[in-house]
């Protein structure tokens, strides 16, 4: 077991290194001065060389590359260009949206798909499974962004339930904060829910199947009994590693909600980073969803060996 | 089987507008009249006018083509460059190729994929063929780690080690036995990268990523109209529908195949 | 409701005060600044909420785009032109307490003209020679050359006076003269102003304005729907205004702006180097359904580089009238029956998007094939404005009284002609009032009748307010939002 996590370490170190590289060289090739972005039309070429000489652009990129990799290693990320504050502290600003926003979005989706995926695979073949498999059907077909645009046709606008965007701050308290991130989460969590519910299904149906579930039965248990002691349980691995899966992913993946309900979370940050080319923005932003990437990906990896020996060789 | 018929009557509809598109619509796409601008949905026009007088109908049969076609280069792209490269790792299995092969995966896996797609296109610009390019890249390693594992499974088989011991390499078994034997289940993975596509091509160009005005495409038709959404409803139900109509065909028709070509399932329902 | 609870909540925070009189704004804004620094970024966000409220320069611009005097209560210009002594305000404070001198305006200016300057404007200061300080309220500038725009130049948001212990920290918390003071920044939501108590001038009205950033039309239509925002004074969605001018509880308020929207044109790029062509293509566009298709009606149609609510400005719209047989004789003539193609940049604002579409229809109607790319303002500077890889593109001017671009062969695009380059030049020693428009008509006429760039229309600025609100500017002479003088109607 420890060879194996020792092996998959060193290939996680690898791993970033790579993508540490791979980040910082295609932003290398990206056109477009930050200077100029920032100084617009009517700049002098002198006046943008003293900017990028106060950005530190000037320095050969190597230099740039080191400073950047040795200062992430410190936690020190930088100074935004556009921003002129840490990168690090902008980080940190945003995350305390999107990471409520992702962790909304996955709690509203378990409470939707956990449920429904069971009562589907139970009542396997009814009008009730039926349905529900057409609607999860329906639910990945939607796309998100075009679900935010109804939403907030229907609750902000014409209801005027909600506000159509922004985000207030947790300081005025968690209320109308997350009043706030409801409309988004929705959003981002109905595909996510679509998904969720027909893992959750299918898992069930195949650990019903199962030989333990037949002792089960045999020893007198109902079939709902058999289903919450030990169907439940064996249905779950698969059930987590998803919804693992879609935490990184939602972390991620909000940029096109963030921008639909302008949320200042990390999704939007990146997008406007890249059209100022804040380059330093964009990379540690970039890096730090790889860095949370490789890491879910290596803690299930191990989980599942620690589990199942078989796979230590196997991988 | 019902599920494959319904997907694929969705799926044709739309292919056959998409083709129509090719040599007749219903108006000019690139036409403007600005004085028809917002019509509702009518005898004139079926779905209503845009913003610009345009027959949205019109601009939804060009849309299909350009989402079919964006998606189905880029499923080419994952099939043509990750099959193989599953194949050949199969065949070195644990060693230092199909090593680098499986954490390239992963390391392609661990990039936001959209970001991507922006990085992409603020190197090379906006267009149909970069959008291509940004959903291709993100199908291979889904391609190379399917076509890795169902390989390996099968290199395990009799009929392979009778193939080795007539003494063919790793390369002819992997294209001679191998690859027949994948075949349903790359058929069945590609109609669902298919229908990823094509909703990774409307977000790419709801954000304004994908192929460039005039033709028209489904995610910038809703970008355009969004603020218009309150005025005229239809301007952004009908591309809206139109994607999920696509997407639904296919995935419908994607388990239909998969209960139809996967034998393991057929045999468990049988 | 909503509205109701707010009105609470503010009589619960400023408890001190009378009641019913509501003495906050917010305001709607599509872009959050950078930062909030006006003298080292061009981007019009930190003016917008910094300009005349948190800074003030030696000069300003009053709403109706004249110049008065700003930190400088009165100065006197040298016989010869080539020195001007400001006498500055007295008892002027700093947010930080500290007073105003004359060394903070040397700092200022000798800073924002300095070798390592990274003012975005550094040519307003480009004909000052030296910065003197006479005494503690009096400065004396002197120039290289006589040069009429001076206290034009002044009055731009990048020369205002900062103190002389400027640092770093001013970007997220300026300290400046105004009658107000910074509050607070909550990153992606809102910046908050409050009114300064120790305020040299005539004190603010409004006890605090709050500015929201909304980028998004669709969300800033919501917003002022749910009173969230009390105006919006750059509306992004001119379709929706409609919708607010039938709406009792709001005023819409269509001003000027001097932006002059234009399709600019590669002059060096064939085949837009023979003057043919780019007639053919002025007589090609139909301006009114760019304004009407683009901006829903908002907007006047401009035949030269010239705002219209200029005293010395020339209807030229006569020289480039719609007329697609005339453009089709033209391209024909110029050897180009069979039209040709060539590349449509678009910048981000939908001035250009949606007038980008527009324009490469009623080309392609005479011939000309255009092929559209859409790019970030990022991608566009690098591509058009500095690397002239483009044969149009569709862009606003903003900048006020920039009519002197056409004397810079290496602007992007491109236009070298002698005779406007002796203009302008003659221009800039000129004092006189009547000669000045002379020279500004001849210009406005030569570029027009040389069909330099495409010339389509002054950008309207389109605001949408609560009705109860006194005191918005109209017009946009600069882009600010001056808050001093508004208030709420009883």
């Known amino acids: ?315 | 089987m019902r599920g494959l018929l319904v997907g694929g009557a969705l799926a044709i509809v739309f292919l056959a507008a998409a083709l129509l598109s090719l040599i007749w619509t219903p108006y000019d796409v690139e036409a403007l009249d600005i004085a028809a601008k917002m019509q509702p949905p009518g005898g004139a026009h079926w779905f209503g006018t845009d913003h610009f007088g345009r027959d949205i109908l019109s601009m939804i049969m060009v849309g299909a083509r350009v989402s079919i076609a964006v998606a189905l280069v880029a499923v080419g792209i994952g099939i043509g460059l990750g099959v193989p490269l599953g194949l050949a790792a199969a065949t070195r299995k644990g060693s230092a190729f199909d090593e680098i092969i499986m954490r390239s995966n992963d390391l392609i896996f661990a990039f936001p994929s959209l970001l991507i797609a922006v990085m992409i296109t603020a190197v090379f610009g906006p267009s149909a063929l970069n959008a291509i390019i940004a959903i291709g890249i993100f199908n291979i390693p889904v391609f190379a780690r399917l076509t890795r594992g169902a390989a390996l499974s099968l290199w395990q088989r009799e009929f392979i080690l009778a193939a080795r011991v007539a003494g063919k390499g790793p390369a002819r078994i992997s294209v001679e036995h191998i690859l027949p034997n994948i075949a349903n289940l790359l058929i069945v993975q590609g109609t669902i990268q298919f229908s990823l596509g094509i909703l990774a091509e409307a977000g790419l160009s709801y954000i304004g990523l994908g192929v460039q005005p005039p033709t028209p495409s489904w995610g910038r038709m809703l970008a355009d109209s969004q603020t218009l959404a309150s005025l005229a409803p239809h301007l952004v139900l009908f591309p809206g529908f139109a994607i999920i109509l696509t997407v639904l065909g296919l995935n419908l028709m994607g388990d239909g195949l998969r209960d139809l070509l996967d034998p393991r399932i057929r045999r468990a329902r049988s | 409701m909503k509205h109701l609870l707010g009105g609470i909540a503010s009589l619960c925070v400023l408890a001190g005060s009378a009641y019913a009189q509501q003495t906050t704004l917010t305001i709607g804004m599509q872009l959050e600044p950078p930062h909030l620094d006006p003298t080292s970024a061009a981007a019009a966000a930190i003016d917008e909420v910094v300009y005349a409220n948190i800074y003030e320069g030696l000069t300003r611009f009053a709403s109706d785009g004249s110049v008065v005097p700003g930190l400088a209560q009165s100065w006197e210009i040298a016989e010869d032109g080539l020195s001007y002594t400001f006498t500055l305000q007295e008892g002027v404070l700093f947010h930080d307490g500290s007073t105003l001198t004359a060394d903070d305006v040397k700092f200022s200016l000798d800073r924002a003209r300095g070798e390592d300057s990274t003012n975005a404007q550094k040519a307003l200061f480009a004909d000052i020679d030296s910065v003197n300080v006479v005494d503690d309220s009096t400065v004396e500038v002197t120039l290289i050359a006589p040069n009429g725009s001076l206290l034009f130049n002044l009055a731009w948001g990048d020369a205002v006076i900062v103190d002389q212990g400027f640092t770093e920290d001013a970007k997220t918390a300026p300290n400046g003269t105004g009658p107000f003071k910074f509050a607070d920044w909550v990153q992606g939501d809102r910046v908050e102003i409050a009114s300064n108590p120790d305020y040299w001038g005539e004190a603010a009205k409004l006890e605090g304005v709050t500015f929201k950033f909304i980028s998004d039309p669709t969300a800033a239509f919501a917003a002022l729907m749910a009173g969230d925002v009390d105006a919006f004074p750059v509306f992004p969605a001119p379709e929706n205004l409609p919708q607010f001018e039938a709406d009792p509880r709001f005023n819409v308020i269509v001003g000027s702006t001097e932006g002059e929207t234009i399709l600019s044109t590669n002059n060096q790029q064939p085949p837009f180097d023979d003057v043919r062509v780019r007639e053919a293509v002025a007589h090609a566009i139909d301006r009114q359904a760019i304004i009407n298709g683009a901006m829903f009606g908002y907007g006047t149609p401009i035949g030269t580089h010239f705002a219209p609510h200029n005293p010395a400005y020339l209807d030229l719209t006569a020289n480039s009238d719609f007329d697609p047989e005339k453009s089709k004789a033209l391209l024909e003539e110029a050897g180009y029956a069979d039209g040709f193609t060539t590349t449509l940049k678009l910048p981000p604002p939908s001035y250009a998007r949606r007038g980008g579409e527009i324009i490469a229809a009623q080309l392609r109607a005479v011939g000309i094939e255009t092929e559209i790319t859409n790019l970030e303002w990022a991608q566009w500077l690098e591509e058009v404005f500095r690397g002239k890889d483009y044969g149009l593109t569709i862009v606003s001017h903003t900048e006020p009284m920039d009519i002197g671009i056409y004397a810079r062969p290496d602007y992007y695009f491109q236009y070298d002609d002698p005779v406007v380059q002796a203009m302008m030049k003659g221009l800039d020693a000129m004092t006189d009032a009547d000669d000045r428009t002379a020279v500004l008509q001849a210009v406005q006429t030569r570029i027009s009748e040389n069909y330099v760039n495409g010339y389509l229309f002054q950008l309207a600025k389109t605001g949408v307010a609560d009705a109860r609100i006194v005191g918005l500017w109209e017009n946009s002479p600069t882009q600010a939002n001056d808050m001093t003088a508004v208030y709420w109607k009883e």
């Open chain 1, 1 to 315: 077991m420890l060879r194996y996590a020792l092996k998959r370490l060193i290939s996680l170190g690898l791993s970033l290194v790579a993508a540490s590289l791979v980040i910082f060289l295609s932003l290398e090739i990206v056109p477009g001065d930050p200077a100029a972005a920032m100084l617009g039309i009517n700049a002098e070429p002198e006046t943008l060389k003293a900017l990028r000489i106060e950005l530190g652009l000037d320095k050969p990129p190597l230099q740039r590359y080191l400073s950047w990799t040795s200062g992430m290693l410190t936690g020190d990320f930088g100074i935004s260009y556009t921003y002129r504050a840490p990168v690090s502290q902008i980080i940190l600003d945003r995350i305390w949206i999107s990471l409520p926003l992702a962790l909304l979005a996955l709690l509203l989706s378990t409470l939707i798909a956990v449920p429904a995926g069971i009562w589907a695979a139970t009542k396997r073949g009814s009008i009730a499974d039926i349905a529900i498999v057409g609607t999860t059907q329906l639910g990945v077909a939607i796309p998100n962004f075009w679900f935010a645009v109804i939403l907030v046709l229907i609750f902000a606008i014409n209801l005027g339930w909600f506000s159509a965007g922004g985000f207030p701050g947790w300081a005025g308290g968690p209320l109308p904060a997350l009043k706030a991130l409801t409309l988004p989460a929705i959003a981002l969590a109905l595909p996510q829910a679509a998904i969720l519910t027909r893992v959750m299904r299918s898992a069930l149906l195949d650990t019903l199947g199962e030989d333990f579930m037949r002792t089960a039965r045999a020893k007198g248990l109902s079939q709902r009994q058999a289903i919450w002691r030990h169907g439940f349980r064996n249905a779950l691995i698969p059930v987590l590693t998803i919804i693992g899966l879609q935490f990184s992913f939602l972390l991620a993946g909000a940029i096109i909600i963030e921008n639909v309900f302008f949320l200042p979370g990390l999704g939007r940050l990146i997008f406007q980073a890249i059209a100022q080319r804040d380059l330093i923005v964009v990379e540690s932003v970039i890096m730090l969803l790889v860095f949370a990437v490789i890491v879910i990906t290596f803690l299930v990896d191990l989980a599942y060996a620690w589990v199942d020996p078989r796979l230590r060789s196997r991988a």
